[in-house]
């Protein structure tokens, strides 16, 4: 399958390690990584919300999300955490694809979404991209994610297929 990317690379991105105080007046911290504490990302993902799951991630179970983050927090993946006193909020992650291009996926969880926590995480997942010589990220979204579209958009993704209930959104970081 060929994917289509923007043309012009977008700006620059700030880069973790970071702390930014989010809407709600929390210090959040975001970090590259997230293999250094994998069981504070397993107790985040067994306390995600349901309805905020999306094309079968998070894993619902112990288990799976432990294999899931096998992968995830392999190298050949990249991650940020978001944390906020210490314990991770959000988690980012960018998993290789055919040819040099990044699949990407994002979580915050309910009591920290809308206060710009996902806005900054997928920031600097991309500034952390950016660092490592990724050129081309990519995205689905369910076309009735009305939030996260427009996060994705205001980071600077653009739509590159709209055929499927699903939307593909793409970006050139190089």
Not at 57 to 82: G, K, Q, T
Not at 101 to 112: D, G, N, Q, T
């Amino acid at each position: 399958m060929t994917r289509e990317y923007p043309d012009e690379p977008a700006g620059e991105f700030p880069s973790p390690p970071d702390t930014v105080t989010d809407g709600e007046g929390r210090e959040i911290r975001y970090r590259s990584g997230g293999d250094d504490d994998p069981e504070a990302l397993v107790e985040m993902y067994l306390d995600f919300e349901a309805e905020d799951r999306a094309q079968g991630i998070p894993p619902v179970r112990e288990e799976p999300i432990r294999d899931w983050l096998d992968v995830l927090l392999s190298d050949d993946c990249l991650n940020v955490v978001a944390c906020h006193d210490g314990a991770p909020v959000g988690h980012a992650t960018l998993v290789p694809d055919e040819g040099e291009s990044y699949e990407l996926a994002i979580f915050v969880v309910r009591p920290y979404q809308g206060a710009g926590i996902g806005t900054e995480l997928l920031e600097h997942l991309l500034g952390y991209a950016q660092e490592e010589g990724v050129e081309q990220v990519w995205l689905t979204v369910e076309r009735w994610n009305d939030p996260a579209i427009a996060v994705y958009k205001k980071v600077g993704f653009e739509m590159t297929s709209t055929e499927s209930f699903e939307l593909e959104m793409a970006i050139r970081l190089e």
